[in-house]
């Protein structure tokens, strides 16, 4: 289970950043992603990452959201700029790789838990 935080509610224009920890020993990263989903709406992509650095944004973030990781900290954070009311949602992490267990491995396709995003008008 990944330990997503950073959500909360601020203005309009305002910032937040988001964190997501990875438990374990690591050793290899697919991909990495946020997604979020709105009252009412479908779970959609945000921002992804894959293991090689590449990244991707959906249409009405580009410009304003950053996805980065630390692999010293097996953590992944998503920078929100110039948040707008139609960013308000629950905000999700998800990351698919492979982890050491004993003496081999496993992969894994974990997700957070979830943190609310609420941005006032």
């Known amino acids: 289970q990944l330990q997503a935080s950073g959500g909360g509610l601020v203005q309009t224009g305002g910032s937040l950043r988001l964190s997501c920890a990875s438990p374990g020993r690591i ?5 990495m992603g946020w997604y979020r989903q709105a009252p009412g709406k479908q779970r959609e992509l945000v ?9 991707n ?6 410009g304003r959201f950053t996805i980065s990781r ?4 097996n953590t992944l954070y998503l920078q929100m700029n110039s948040l707008k009311p139609e960013d308000t949602a629950v905000y ?3 990351v698919r790789g492979v982890r050491g267990v004993g003496s081999g491995y496993a992969t894994f396709d974990d997700w957070g838990q979830g943190t ?3 941005v006032s008008s």
């Open 70 to 73: 630390d692999n010293a900290k």
């Open 116 to 118: 609310q995003v609420t």
């Open 92 to 94: 999700y992490c998800n």
């Open 47 to 55: 921002a992804g990452l894959t293991g090689g650095g590449s990244t």
């Open 57 to 62: 944004y959906a249409d009405s973030v580009k």
């Open 27 to 31: 050793l290899g990263i697919n991909n």
